[in-house]
């Protein structure tokens, strides 16, 4: 084959190519739009209160006076901690969580604590508290 032949073989095969491949490939625009399901949970760690006072995240929680120095309740209490400022917890007990005078009670560490609810006149108002666990 010379050079001739094979431009002419070549030639309209590189056009047909070209003129057929969109055709297949169409714009994109029939995808099929699937949507993920996204947590509405906040992974955040709450370190400031919005002016609503509603808040969902992970805050640092423990008793009031063991572990925070909170000196507003006598006895042992749960509270969160968020910035410098300690927040009693109404909704939720500190015994509702275990002893707290266990290894990893409230009375004898910190603990983290996945939160939802409002803060309301210097108490944090309880709609759902998750102690997070211990990797095993």
Do not use: W
């Not at 992970?58 to 006076?65: L, Q, R």
């Not at 707290?100 to 409230?106: A, D, V, Y």
């Amino acid at each position: 084959m010379n050079a001739s032949n094979i431009k002419i073989i070549v030639l309209p095969l590189i056009i047909s190519i070209l003129v057929i491949t969109p055709i297949f490939a169409s714009c994109g625009s029939c995808q099929v739009q699937s949507k993920a399901n996204i947590s509405k949970k906040s992974s955040a760690f709450i370190t400031t209160i919005p002016k609503s006072g509603d808040i969902e995240g992970f805050v640092i929680s423990s008793c009031g006076m063991c572990g925070f120095g909170y000196k507003k309740i006598r006895g042992c209490s749960l509270t969160i901690k968020i910035g410098d400022i300690v927040y009693p917890v109404e909704g939720t007990k500190i015994h509702n969580h275990g002893d707290p005078h266990s290894k990893e009670g409230f009375c004898n560490a910190l603990r983290v604590a996945y939160v939802s609810g409002k803060i309301k006149d210097d108490k944090f108002y309880s709609n759902s508290f998750t102690l997070m666990e211990s990797p095993k």
